[in-house]
């Protein structure tokens, strides 16, 4: 053979081999790019009854949302309160690892986190808009965050209530006496302000709240407002119904991501979990927007005896509430800083609301 036929032969031979090549790399890059992207399947332990109204169908719209955002990558099965775990036991099972998230209320577990209410409610504090702006433009997220950490648990806001009512009762209040050796359920601090004014403190998840108020094993209750009041019958349980919910203006409930669980998650994944919780940090205070007002006009036109707690009631309540607080914040350094820098910022956001917002419902009334 000669020279330049030599040449040749090795030239298509160098040739076949590297388009071989390109063939052998391409189909790999067409291989990992068919390989499927990983999947999670993760538990939801709940403080609710199943598909209960509000809180409840807030946490079902939360995994729907995750489902379908995901396509179906990150899974979230949720269980009800008694399904897994008792409802006031979340966020344990959420910090043991027992289930990848939670969604419940965070006053529910001051006794091992005293912090964790200051992000929940507070008596005569900040309504749902304050309570919002502080936790995510004010630095509450990060305190939230920070409070969490040791016990392995990532926060989130997932969930609003708006004003709360005072509650329902079954003897009139129309004095501070009234309160003493009452027996009501009522969580938080405003049940330590009941404490104060000489009540008892009997705290029940939902499922148990009808059957203790109409066999007289507390003389009263409050549980959100009249959407969830309407649905768990309280109305005949109970003659009077007191307004306005000095306890609770708003309730922050919050999703809780074990630490571990959080860790393993892509970044887009994470992304969605962010997503969804914030959509339905603002569709559940949509929701009992307008269904609190609806429920509330059923049960007026029923004849439910809705009246206003008396002004002298209030300015007591008032003043316990804030030595309630005071108290509970100096008792725990990490509710210290938070309550520091917390009152801080709703001072200013009530001077915005006096300078403004405040006079468009005066002149709107």
């Not at 008596?123 to 304050?130: D, H, R, T, V």
């Amino acid at each position: 053979m000669k020279r330049r036929d030599i040449l040749a032969a090795a030239g298509v031979g160098l040739a076949a081999t590297a388009l071989a090549g390109c063939q052998k790399q391409n189909e790999s890059k067409e291989t990992q790019a068919a390989a499927p992207a990983e999947t999670f399947t993760w538990k939801m332990v709940t403080s609710w009854p199943k598909n209960f109204p509000g809180v409840g169908v807030g946490a079902e719209r939360f995994a729907r949302l995750v489902n379908e955002m995901s396509n179906g990558r990150l899974q979230v099965k949720i269980y009800a309160a008694g399904e897994l775990v008792p409802a006031l036991e979340v966020f344990d099972a959420v910090s043991r690892g027992t289930a990848e998230m939670g969604h419940g209320a965070p006053y529910y577990w001051k006794g091992k986190v005293p912090a964790a209410q200051f992000f929940c409610a507070l008596p005569f504090g900040p309504n749902a808009q304050e309570m919002n702006t502080w936790l995510h433009y004010g630095g509450g997220m990060q305190l939230w965050e920070e409070v969490y950490k040791p016990f392995n648990v990532v926060p989130f806001a997932c969930g609003a209530t708006g004003v709360q009512t005072a509650g329902w009762f079954n003897k009139e209040i129309n004095s501070v006496d009234d309160f003493k050796g009452l027996k009501m359920r009522t969580p938080g601090l405003g049940g330590e302000v009941l404490t104060k004014m000489g009540g008892t403190v009997v705290n029940l998840p939902a499922g148990e709240i009808f059957t203790a108020l109409q066999t007289g094993a507390i003389d009263a209750t409050e549980w959100i407002g009249p959407y969830n009041d309407l649905a768990l019958g309280l109305h005949k349980a109970a003659k009077y119904y007191y307004t306005p919910g000095w306890q609770e203006p708003n309730v922050t409930f919050e999703l809780t991501v074990n630490q571990g669980a959080w860790d393993k998650l892509p970044a887009d994944l994470k992304a969605i979990v962010r997503a969804a919780a914030r959509d339905v940090n603002g569709d559940m205070l949509d929701d009992y927007n307008a269904r609190n007002m609806e429920a509330m006009e059923k049960l007026k036109a029923e004849g439910v005896d809705v009246r206003r707690l008396p002004d002298a009631v209030i300015a007591r309540l008032r003043e316990v509430a804030a030595e309630v607080v005071e108290a509970s914040a100096a008792a725990d350094p990490a509710a210290a800083k938070v309550w520091a820098q917390q009152k801080a910022y709703f001072k200013r956001l009530l001077a915005y609301a006096e300078d403004n917002e405040k006079l468009i419902y005066n002149i709107r009334a």
